[in-house]
């Protein structure tokens, strides 16, 4: 599940809230083991993801860095050709 989480720091335009609540959202299904929780667990559930999400972008935004912001396009493109090479896909 982890392996879907994409780093999210020092990219131009920076993380949006909807990529932020979606590595939220994974790493709280990670650490639960609930893919989609029974009702008594939904509400502690989503209080968590939300949490998390907060906390990461007050990470996110705070963090500095003298490297120059990645380019989306750029790393879509070096991880489509990493797969590709990995599962001899084109």
Avoid: H
Avoid at 40 to 54: C, D, G, M, T, Y
Wanted: charged letters at 30%; glycine letters at 2%; one cysteine or more.
């Amino acid at each position: 599940m982890c392996r879907n989480i994409k780093t999210l720091f020092n990219f131009e335009p920076a993380a949006s809230d909807e990529e932020i609540y979606a590595a939220s959202l994974q790493f709280i299904r990670k650490l639960s083991g609930y893919n989609k929780p029974s009702k008594a667990n939904e509400i502690p559930f989503n209080r968590a993801v939300v949490q998390v999400a907060a906390i990461a972008r007050t990470l996110l935004d705070t963090m500095e860095t003298t490297a120059e912001p990645r380019d989306r396009d750029v790393e879509a493109a070096r991880a489509k050709a990493r797969a590709a090479e990995r599962f001899g896909t084109s």
